[in-house]
T-cell receptor, first 114, second 114 residues
Framework: EAGVTQSPTHLIKTRGQQATLRCSPI?????VYWYQQALGLGLQFLLW???????NRGNFPPRFSGRQFPNYSSELNVNALELEDSALYLC?????????????FGAGTRLSVL | AQSVAQPEDQVNVAEGNPLTVKCTYS??????LFWYVQYPNRGLQFLLK??????LVKGSYGFEAEFNKSQTSFHLKKPSALVSDSALYFC????????????FGSGTKLNVKP
């Protein structure tokens, strides 16, 4: 069974540009989560999508947005990039069943903003 | 407000010795607690969780964690460390109200020396 896949592995952008990150969840998982892992700050919750809808978002500005497609894959878009957006962006998926509670993570996309 | 604290940025232990990685939490309602491990250039992998029941939880790779309600702690332990255990460890707590929102600690780097 394939795990959570993220693309690209690395992304280099300049200030003011837009970045698009992609995530494919494990087959059968309907929930997708996005996290930002900046150096020394642990994982910061960004967004949660389920069944195509944004269900919750963390304390990030509106220039962080995304969507979930009918096949449950997801995109994270970051507009007007700033230097401090440089981080590892992790995607996780889970079944919607509450009892599971476990998230399965991809290897991440490392975004560098120059 | 929900939060997780990992007071040690780094833990050093010799191979064969017991290890402890500390985690304290703050949560409203019943705590749902998790430990994840991250190897270099990889996503997070689930180790173990506490939902209810015995305070000592056993997980993958010989790890266990002890839930202590009075001290609001959930320390990760292993009786005999291996060099291959060297990685970044994250403690996480699930939001008591918003069931699919998770809070992660800042991570503890475990170094196991031969």
């Amino acid at each position: 069974e394939a795990g959570v896949t993220q693309s690209p592995t690395h992304l280099i952008k300049t200030r003011g540009q837009q970045a698009t990150l992609r995530c494919s969840p494990i087959s059968g998982h309907t929930s997708v989560y996005w996290y930002q892992q900046a150096l020394g700050l642990g994982l910061q919750f960004l967004l949660w999508y389920d069944e195509g809808e944004e269900r919750n978002r963390g304390n990030f500005p509106p220039r962080f947005s995304g969507r979930q497609f009918p096949n449950y894959s997801s995109e994270l878009n970051v507009n007007a990039l700033e230097l401090e957006d440089s981080a590892l962006y992790l995607c996780a998926s889970s079944p919607r069943t509450v009892a599971k509670n476990i998230q399965y993570f991809g290897a991440g996309t490392r975004l560098s903003v120059l | 407000a929900q939060s997780v604290a990992q007071p040690e940025d780094q833990v050093n232990v010799a191979e064969g010795n017991p290890l402890t990685v500390k985690c304290t939490y703050s949560v409203s309602g019943n705590p749902y607690l998790f430990w994840y491990v991250q190897y270099p250039n990889r996503g997070l992998q689930f180790l173990l969780k506490y939902i209810t029941g015995d305070n000592l939880v056993k997980g993958s790779y010989g790890f266990e964690a002890e839930f202590n309600k009075s001290q609001t702690s959930f320390h990760l332990k292993k009786p005999s460390a291996l060099v291959s255990d060297s990685a970044l460890y994250f403690c996480a707590v699930r939001d008591g109200e918003r069931i699919n929102k998770f809070y992660f600690g800042s991570g503890t780097k475990l170094n196991v020396k031969p």
